[in-house]
């Protein structure tokens, strides 16, 4: 079992900036890709940004030049750095890491809300 909880979210204005944390604990014992996704109301959950055990990274094109994803594997952490936010970026951001060829659970996400 795997449990991940997510954090920092909140609400800021266009042009702001966040950064969220999840945490990853149980049933881990490599290092292993994880991953940044995101759901706005009435839409699918859909991929934001994506970091291996070795470091590399992907972005969603929506992203990229404003998120940056990074990890700390001592804590089994990882981060998303987000600048320049829209009010499209608005909505539930979720974390996960996968086990061997599959990705856990889902947590509780974290809710981002860029309004003026």
């Known amino acids: 079992q795997v449990q991940l909880v997510e954090s920092g979210g909140g609400l800021v204005q266009p042009g702001g900036s966040l950064r969220l944390s999840c945490a990853a604990s149980g049933r881990i014992f490599t290092i292993n890709p994880m991953a940044w996704y995101r759901q706005a109301p009435g839409q699918q959950r859909e991929l934001v940004a994506q970091?291996?055990?070795?470091?590399?990274?992907i972005y969603a094109d929506s992203v990229k030049g404003r998120f940056t994803i990074s990890r700390d594997n001592t804590k089994n952490t990882v981060y998303l750095r987000m600048n320049s936010l829209k009010p499209e970026d608005t909505g539930v951001y979720y974390c996960n890491i996968k086990i061997g060829s599959s990705w856990a659970d889902w947590g509780q996400g974290t809710q981002v809300t860029v309004s003026s």
């Open positions: 970091i291996t055990s070795g470091g590399s990274t």
